[in-house]
């Protein structure tokens, strides 16, 4: 076989071996590709893998209905693995502009490398068929719910109840390619000058309506391509995320508490966006706490970063009240579909109750450590009314001392409480804000 036929035939096997790590195993689309790629012969295969990754998750709801229309019975669960495969063949016919015999001969030599040779001739079949009969099977399809828009039943469900008039826009909108963002950093240059900096460099980018911050970039580059990168010159952030700093109404000197910090873009947003804060960044995974002090040595920042669990201040916190807090809570991820696709096959219904609890304990466990005549910022990158102003409806009703401050913009939709943005809207993913101040 030539050196380029083996290539692919590594790429296709690695992508049915991630699409099983996250179907089967309920493992992360990040960690496991990450490996999988680390095995790429060569590093310009990533972004081959990387397309059928991500494609076969973005539609995996649509590619198993068509999957199973072909089987005349059921793969064994030990040949979840072809399954997946099929996946990635189905997804390739489908989505992606390689020649249709290129996709079925790469796809049926891909069997050899996960050493099931029997399966060639069952893989080469149904590739075929679905080549004879993608019109057929499309009517056939479209009449499943969970095909015609890729999703699980139980997110449509709850689109269709929370938001009655725009679920088909949300449900399009997950299954749309995000695009890049990027944050300015306002300290350093201003948005146009930076804007011009990446036109000199062949990258085009457009600005967003209502975040100064944030430019929208034509085409997604890799980020050492972006001009000042490494010396915090600019930020990969979506424009949504980057209404935290704003929201928070920082003044210098201020004492404030980033509850659930990691990654740590709205961190180094917020030290970016207000000198000589005193800024206690908490997370209750040591890993991803590393990930927000790689984000602010490259920023030039600095903050106290502690591991800890927000929900329990007695093993972290040292006594000393906060003027602002930010509770960027644990959730879903249901705003962010776009950019983390496994979200669909990872999360379940009963996951929501779960969160549900999960955000109303940081909620409670951090009120006490607001100062009187502070404020704190809600926010979670969901769509779900749940976990969104039903939250923030409990905890006012709760709190006698606490009182919406409310949101006035143009972004988003408000809601009772709060303000949400629904993904796809300006071209920001889907996040929700509240903002409470604490009576004195």
């Known amino acids: 076989m030539s050196a380029a036929g083996k290539k692919k035939q590594t790429v296709r096997a690695l992508a049915a071996q991630v699409l099983l790590q996250v179907s089967e195993r309920g493992q992360s689309l990040n960690r496991t590709l990450a490996s999988a790629q680390q095995q790429l012969a060569r590093p310009a295969d990533s972004a081959l893998l990387q397309e059928m990754c991500y494609g076969s998750l973005r539609w995996y709801y649509r590619l198993d209905v068509i999957a199973s229309m072909l089987l005349k019975k059921p793969l064994k669960q030990r040949d979840q693995d072809i399954f997946c495969l099929l996946l990635v063949g189905l997804y390739q016919l489908e989505f992606m502009h390689i020649p249709t015999h290129a996709v079925v001969k790469e796809t ?6 996960l050493r099931k040779q029997w399966a060639k001739g069952l893989v080469n079949a149904l590739l075929r068929e679905y080549q004879r009969n993608a019109e057929r099977l499309r009517t056939q399809w479209q009449q499943d719910e969970e095909a015609r828009y890729a999703h699980p039943a139980w997110i449509i469900e709850r689109l269709q109840q929370d938001w009655p008039q725009h679920y088909q826009q949300v449900l399009d909108a997950n299954n749309q390619r995000p695009p890049m963002v990027v944050r300015v950093n306002q300290q350093q240059t ?3 000058h930076y804007r011009q900096q990446l036109r000199e460099q062949g990258i085009d980018a457009r600005l967003c309506e209502f975040v100064d911050s944030a430019l929208i970039l034509e085409q997604a580059v890799n980020v050492y391509e972006l001009p000042g990168f490494d010396e915090g010159l600019v930020s990969v952030q979506d424009a ?20 659930c910090c990691a990654p740590g ?17 908490l997370d209750i995974d040591a890993d991803r706490l590393a990930q927000v002090q790689q984000n602010l040595d490259r920023g030039g920042s600095s903050a106290e970063l502690l591991v800890g669990d927000a929900a329990i201040p007695a093993s972290w916190w040292d006594g000393r009240v906060f003027e602002r807090i930010l509770v960027d809570a644990p959730c879903s991820g249901s705003g962010v579909i776009r950019r983390h696709p496994d979200i669909k096959l990872l999360r379940s219904n009963a996951d929501i109750n779960n969160l549900q609890n999960r955000q109303a304990d940081i909620l409670a466990a951090v009120w006490p450590l607001l100062a009187p005549g502070g ?36 972004w988003g939709f408000p809601c009772e409480s709060g303000r949400q943005i629904l993904p796809g809207t300006q071209g920001m993913d889907g996040f929700y804000y509240a903002c409470v101040e604490k009576q004195t």
């Open 240 to 259: 949504a995320a980057q209404l935290a700093a704003g929201l928070l109404q920082l003044q210098p000197g201020m004492r404030v508490l980033d509850a």
């Open 375 to 410: 404020m704190l910022v809600y926010s979670t990158c969901s769509v779900f009314r749940q976990e969104n102003e039903q939250q923030i409806n409990t905890f006012l009703n709760r709190y006698s001392d606490a009182r919406e401050r409310r949101i006035d913009a143009q």
């Open 108 to 113: 049926v030599d891909a069997v050899q490398a």
């Open 265 to 281: 873009g709205k961190t180094l947003h917020m030290l970016q966006a207000c000198t000589q804060l005193q800024l206690v960044g």
């Open 190 to 192: 201003t948005t146009a």
